[in-house]
């Protein structure tokens, strides 16, 4: 089986949003393109505790887009997002969460932060993202969403540790590029551990996956 991983695409990774990818809604209509062809669809939520700590403002003086030790990780702080039942947290709207199968919720513990859909970033609990996946024998995941040079490069490389055949969507990808280059980076980070790139354009003229 083949499923489709709906990385972020939470109102806040989105234009107008506390952590906005540039251009972030721009995936939406493609992902709305692509559920109908897989086996499986799932959405990973970025869904925070107000007393996150990635968030800047749970550190004195601390300010976003710093980077600190914690807990012995390296933590980018950002700006306050995706708190739990906040609005920002929330799938946009224009996305047909209807055809999503299970969304899975991540970055919930307060000590540590997590951009893979499946573990946290010191790989130390899992989701059941990976258990979901295994329950419908899902053998193949094609990545997608935002942001590509974290949660989406994270989830993408963690599901080939796992096991899985991997493809990014690369066009149904938007990246953080805090630092110029960044996107690139990761792009290519994931090609040379082994994701395949492929597009929407050329899934698209297939009916199934
Ligand atoms: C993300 C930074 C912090 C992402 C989530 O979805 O890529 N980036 N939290
Ligand atoms: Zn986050």
Known sequence: MRALILVDLQNDFCPGGALEVADGDAVIPIANMLMDKFDVVVATQDWH?????????????RKP???????????????I???????GALIHKGLESRKIHQVIPKGTDVSIDSYSGFFDNGHLK????????????????YVMGLATDYCVKHTALDALELGYEVALI?????????????VDKALQEM?????????????KSITAC
């Open 65 to 79: 887009y710093q980077v600190i030790e914690w807990n012995g990780l390296k933590q980018t702080l950002w700006p």
């Open 170 to 182: 690369e066009d149904a990808c938007r990246g953080v590029d805090l630092n110029a280059g960044d």
């Open 81 to 87: 997002h995706c708190v739990q039942n906040s609005m």
């Open 49 to 61: 505790p107000a007393n996150h700590s990635s968030f800047a403002a749970n550190h004195p003086w």
């Open 191 to 203: 090609r040379l551990s082994g994701v395949k790139m492929t597009n929407s354009k050329r899934l």
């Open 126 to 141: 899992m989701t059941d993202l990976h258990d979901y996946l295994q329950s419908q024998k899902v053998t193949k995941v």
